[in-house]
């Protein structure tokens, strides 16, 4: 996305990553289509030590976008071994293009997990998760109104359910979860009526207040299959026409 909406995600203030930074979205990019550099050509290129470059091949590395292999040195690895966990990796991507069936890929997971996490929140909540998910909600009724960060405001109602779920797992997704909800949103808010999306975040946040775990389980469930209906349509593609539901339909003829 030309406008990258997720600048804020760096670890600025750092060398070494700021270069990461750099070198990953190259990778992601496709401009090391020849090979990877070498670690002499690299540190000439971006006019830095060795050493440093040695520190953000060891973090690309753990991001599975590089390994060092005998006889070969460092090399990219396929896109299937990059860790689409790491909320980097997966920016990069979602900002190299749009990518409907990785947005859908991430909704499923997220079908998979939100609707226990608010489960959670319902019974393990404390008062400051509850503040906190009281906090988003009021922000997302005032966003209405043209006031405040409508995206901003719905991200931080589902972080804050992950956090008050209490489970240590889930609250490790919060970034993650930041990430592609921020590019996600950009896209089925344009054709999803603000009011229906507030009432069905208001809906879960009142069950989770209430203690109620299967309304709050219920609650966020809907909201993640109106996503998953959503998104192809926010592509221009007819929900059954989505590569993601052709797969599905071949495979299961």
Same mark, same amino acid.
């Given at each position: 996305?030309?406008?990258?909406?997720?600048?804020?995600?760096?670890?600025?203030?750092?060398?070494?990553?700021?270069?990461?930074?750099?070198?990953?979205?190259?990778?992601?990019?496709?401009?090391?289509?020849?090979?990877?550099?070498?670690?002499?050509?690299?540190?000439?290129?971006?006019?830095?030590?060795?050493?440093?470059?040695?520190?953000?091949?060891?973090?690309?590395?753990?991001?599975?976008?590089?390994?060092?292999?005998?006889?070969?040195?460092?090399?990219?690895?396929?896109?299937?071994?990059?860790?689409?966990?790491?909320?980097?990796?997966?920016?990069?991507?979602?900002?190299?293009?749009?990518?409907?069936?990785?947005?859908?890929?991430?909704?499923?997971?997220?079908? *998979?997990? &939100? %609707?226990?996490?608010?489960?959670?929140?319902? @019974? =393990?909540?404390? $008062? +400051?998760?509850?503040?906190?998910?009281?906090?988003?909600?009021?922000?997302?009724?005032?966003?209405?109104?043209?006031?405040?960060?409508?995206?901003?405001?719905?991200?931080?109602?589902?972080?804050?359910?992950?956090?008050?779920?209490?489970?240590?797992?889930?609250?490790?997704?919060?970034?993650?979860?930041?990430?592609?909800?921020?590019?996600?949103?950009?896209?089925?808010?344009?054709?999803?009526?603000?009011?229906?999306?507030?009432?069905?975040?208001?809906?879960?946040?009142?069950?989770?207040?209430?203690?109620?775990?299967?309304?709050?389980?219920?609650?966020?469930?809907?909201?993640?299959?109106?996503?998953?209906?959503?998104?192809?349509?926010? *592509?221009? &593609? %007819?929900?059954?026409?989505?590569?993601?539901? @052709? =797969?599905?339909? $071949? +495979?299961?003829?």
């Amino acid at each position: 996305m030309a406008d990258d909406v997720f600048e804020q995600g760096r670890r600025g203030g750092s060398l070494t990553y700021d270069l990461a930074e750099s070198v990953g979205r190259s990778i992601i990019a496709g401009e090391f289509r020849d090979g990877f550099p070498t670690e002499g050509e690299l540190a000439k290129r971006l006019g830095v030590s060795r050493n440093i470059i040695r520190e953000v091949v060891k973090i690309l590395s753990a991001k599975g976008l590089l390994s060092a292999r005998p006889r070969q040195g460092t090399v990219i690895e396929p896109e299937s071994r990059w860790n689409l966990l790491d909320p980097d990796v997966l920016r990069w991507l979602l900002n190299r293009e749009f990518s409907v069936d990785l947005l859908i890929a991430f909704a499923e997971a997220r079908l *998979a997990f &939100e %609707p226990h996490a608010a489960a959670m929140a319902a @019974r =393990r909540a404390d $008062a +400051a998760g509850r503040a906190a998910i009281t906090k988003a909600i009021d922000g997302m009724r005032t966003s209405i109104t043209g006031h405040g960060d409508r995206i901003a405001a719905d991200v931080a109602f589902h972080v804050a359910v992950l956090e008050a779920s209490g489970n240590p797992f889930f609250r490790e997704l919060r970034e993650l979860v930041n990430t592609a909800l921020r590019v996600s949103m950009r896209h089925t808010y344009r054709i999803k009526d603000p009011a229906i999306t507030l009432g069905q975040h208001e809906q879960t946040a009142e069950a989770i207040l209430a203690g109620d775990a299967e309304g709050a389980y219920l609650g966020m469930q809907r909201m993640m299959l109106d996503v998953l209906s959503l998104l192809p349509q926010s *592509a221009g &593609e %007819p929900a059954h026409q989505s590569r993601t539901t @052709r =797969r599905r339909s $071949a +495979a299961a003829s």
